[in-house]
Nanobody, 118 residues
Framework: EVQLQASGGGLVQAGGSLRLSCAAS????????IGWFRQAPGKEREYVAD????????RYADSVKGRFTVSRVNAENTAYLQMNSLKPEDTAFYYC???????????WGQGTQVTVSS
């Protein structure tokens, strides 16, 4: 059973930092990407960033480029999202998900709340 455990959210002042973790387990794929998404109240879920496990390719939404950094630790099967220079508009529920072999994001974690106060 594929399991994704996101953690690290919390309350932070604008300009502060948080690091989210996504621990993945229960699967073996030839290649996969772990993506980060977020959803604010009353808004649709939006893509934030992703990282490919095979070639370490990293991609970001324009809204977070230069502020957020995605990384991974292979031995832990864990992805991280380092969020710096946080803004109130970054407030949302953050999810991680797995995209196996380019099939799309099929498996989702339960998410963690990030709140940025002004």
């Amino acid at each position: 059973e594929v399991q994704l455990q996101a953690s690290g959210g919390g309350l932070v002042q604008a300009g502060g930092s948080l690091r989210l973790s996504c621990a993945a387990s229960g699967f073996t794929f030839d290649d996969y990407a772990i993506g980060w998404f977020r959803q604010a109240p009353g808004k649709e879920r939006e893509y934030v960033a992703d990282i490919s496990w095979r070639n370490n390719r990293k991609r970001y939404a324009d809204s977070v480029k230069g502020r957020f950094t995605v990384s991974r630790v292979n031995a832990e099967n864990t992805a991280y999202l380092q969020m710096n220079s946080l803004k109130p508009e970054d407030t949302a529920f953050y999810y991680c998900a797995v995209n196996p072999n380019g099939r799309g994001y099929e498996f989702w974690g339960q998410g963690t709340q990030v709140t940025v106060s002004s």
